[in-house]
């Protein structure tokens, strides 16, 4: 099944940017790339997905590599509401299976 | 729009007691999915559905079972409630695109004692 690797966790300072890598070498060319964040205590939020070109909506842009092994989820400007876990997560075949792995834990300081 | 909505938002089971989890949504999405997070980890997917009629099983469908008779509904069955079940169990849907996004319900935490 697809797999993603995303670092353990990493640091922002409010209202600074955030670029969350993730790495995706298996992805295949049909495959979109999601992401999700997890606050705690609550089920898992879409934030964006893309499939070739870097998108952009009201709460991050994603940027994804020319070779799709990689995409940056980016986030503007971190605020304290954005301390949560983040997935990456490529969605492959026609069964829609989205399978998580352990996430980013993003940390937010004031 | 509800979304996503499960049902209940609690339940502590004891050994060997059944129950069913209730998920439904309101936004005629024919793709429809169970997962299971156990604590600082992150989601299992069980079972998956991709309509009315077609269920599937997940990484993880041991000690548990599903049915799909509306596209509304996708109840999740435990028939025999073990520790190892203790969860937070979150349900979600999909449009039929791979191009949409997934909405998630808010989930059911279980705890079997």
């Known amino acids: 099944d697809a797999k993603t690797t995303q670092p353990n966790s990493m640091e922002s300072n409010e209202e600074e940017p955030v670029h969350l890598p993730c790495n995706h070498s298996t992805i295949s060319g049909t495959d979109y790339i999601h992401w999700y964040r997890q606050l705690p205590s609550q089920g898992p939020e879409y934030v964006i997905h893309g499939l070739t070109s870097n998108v952009n909506n009201r709460m991050a842009s994603l940027a994804i590599a020319e070779d799709r092994k990689s995409s940056t989820l980016i986030l503007h400007r971190a605020t304290l509401r954005d301390a949560a876990v983040y997935y990456c997560?490529?969605?492959?075949?026609?069964?829609?299976?989205?399978?998580f792995g352990q996430g980013t834990t993003l940390q937010v300081k004031p | 729009n509800a979304g996503v909505t499960q049902t209940p938002k609690f339940r502590i089971l004891k050994i060997g007691q059944s129950m069913t989890l209730q998920c439904a949504q309101d936004m005629n999405h024919n793709y429809m999915y169970w997962y299971r997070q156990d604590p600082g980890m992150g989601l299992k997917l069980i079972y998956y559905s991709v309509g009315a009629g077609i269920t599937d099983k997940g990484e993880v469908p041991n000690g548990y079972n599903v049915s799909r008779s509306t596209t509304e509904d996708f109840p999740l069955r435990l028939e025999l409630a073990a520790p190892s079940q203790t969860s937070v169990y979150f349900c979600a849907s999909r449009r039929d695109s791979e191009d949409y996004g997934y909405t998630f319900g808010s989930g059911t935490r279980l705890t079997v004692v």
């Open positions: 997560i490529f969605v492959s075949g026609n069964t829609g299976k989205l399978i």
